[in-house]
């Protein structure tokens, strides 16, 4: 469980970076994309965020208590 918590962390880091990306990219370029997803794009960076501090931790919580 441990390895696989490890392995998720920079998946999740990844998918925010990703996410941020695209929302920074279109808020930038403009146009009905950026003002259709905008806030959909914030939400799931959001999202990704969350999950990513949640794994991150887990991932203390579990190292912690194996000590």
Same mark, same amino acid.
């Given at each position: 469980?441990?390895? +696989? /918590?490890? !392995? #998720? ?5 990844? /998918? ?5 990306? !695209?929302?920074?990219?279109? #808020? %930038?370029?403009?146009?009905? +994309?950026?003002?259709? &997803?905008? &806030?959909? #794009?914030?939400? @799931?960076?959001? @999202?990704?965020? %969350? /999950?990513?501090? $949640?794994? @991150?931790?887990? +991932? #203390?919580?579990? /190292?912690?208590? $194996?000590?």
């Amino acid at each position: 469980m441990d390895a +696989f /918590v490890y !392995i #998720l962390i920079p998946i999740g880091l990844a /998918v925010t970076a990703i996410i941020l990306g !695209i929302g920074i990219y279109s #808020l %930038a370029k403009g146009g009905t +994309f950026a003002k259709e &997803n905008g &806030n959909k #794009l914030m939400r @799931m960076r959001i @999202m990704a965020q %969350a /999950v990513t501090i $949640g794994l @991150m931790m887990l +991932f #203390l919580w579990l /190292v912690g208590k $194996g000590s």
